[in-house]
């Protein structure tokens, strides 16, 4: 599967953007999809995931009540509604995948990637 993460920007504290991630291929519905971010300096984080039918989803304690992860099988596409945006949430978001449908936390768990887009909040 390849992956094309969109809809990073510019934008202050307490506002809010939603992040895209479409895929290619034809098993989309058959990968638990995740989004990562990774700030200047530091490692990449578990962010978000979802499982395959999109009936489960999991975050991170730092965006619990403010993001919210989703997905259209028809479309292949994954999304990350972010909400109450801080400063501490610059980074690059990655959207990722993985084929066994499992969930899990590390990011050198999950072997596809996109490219990343920047969220930049400003305070």
């Known amino acids: 599967v390849q992956l094309q993460a969109s809809g990073g920007g510019l934008v202050q504290a307490g506002g809010s953007l939603r992040l895209s991630c479409a895929a290619s291929g034809r098993t989309f519905s058959s990968y638990s999809m995740g989004w990562f971010r990774q700030a200047p300096g530091k490692e990449r984080k578990f962010v978000a995931s979802?499982?395959?039918?999109?009936?489960?989803?999991y975050y991170a304690d730092s965006v619990k009540g403010r993001f919210t992860i989703s997905r259209d099988n028809a479309k292949k596409m994954v999304y990350l509604q972010m909400n109450s945006l801080k400063p501490e949430d610059t980074a690059v978001y990655y959207c990722?995948?993985?084929?066994?449908?499992?969930?899990?936390?590390?990011?050198?768990?999950?072997?596809?990637w996109g490219q990343g887009t920047l969220v930049t909040v400003s305070s």
């Open positions: 990722t995948a993985r084929s066994d449908g499992g969930i899990y936390y590390a990011a050198n768990e999950y072997a596809y």
């Open positions: 979802i499982t395959r039918s999109g009936g489960s989803t």
